[in-house]
């Protein structure tokens, strides 16, 4: 059975960090990556990286967010720095091989 556990998310001040963590189990994921969903927004694609470390990121994230992976633990992160009040969202791990899998989300909040 193929899961997606994320963990990491929480409540901080403009300006803090978060690291998200993202455990996969049950299956090795070519892609693997991050998507968000503020409260009445589309869900939108934040980062993504292979599983030769190639990364995308959204453009608006660029030079806050990173992506990493940690392939032996079939885990991947994602450190947000400079923290701002519209990162605030349901942040979703997924995973891709044949489909697309996805995590259950954790909540950001990000206060001002």
């Known amino acids: 059975q193929v899961q997606l556990v994320e963990s990491g998310g929480g409540l901080v001040q403009a300006g803090g960090s978060l690291r998200l963590s993202c455990a996969a189990s049950?299956?090795?994921?070519?892609?693997m990556g991050w998507y968000r969903q503020a409260s009445g927004k589309q869900r939108e694609l934040v980062a993504s990286?292979?599983?030769?470390?190639?990364?995308n990121y959204a453009d608006s994230l660029k030079g806050r967010f990173t992506i990493s992976r940690d392939n032996a633990k079939n885990t991947v992160y994602l450190q947000m720095n400079s923290l701002k009040p519209e990162d605030t969202a349901v942040y979703y791990c997924?995973?891709?091989?044949?489909?697309?899998?996805w995590g259950q989300g954790t909540q950001v909040t990000v206060s001002s």
């Open positions: 049950g299956s090795i994921f070519i892609i």
């Open positions: 990286i292979t599983n030769a470390g190639s990364t």
């Open positions: 997924y995973g891709d091989l044949f489909g697309r899998s």
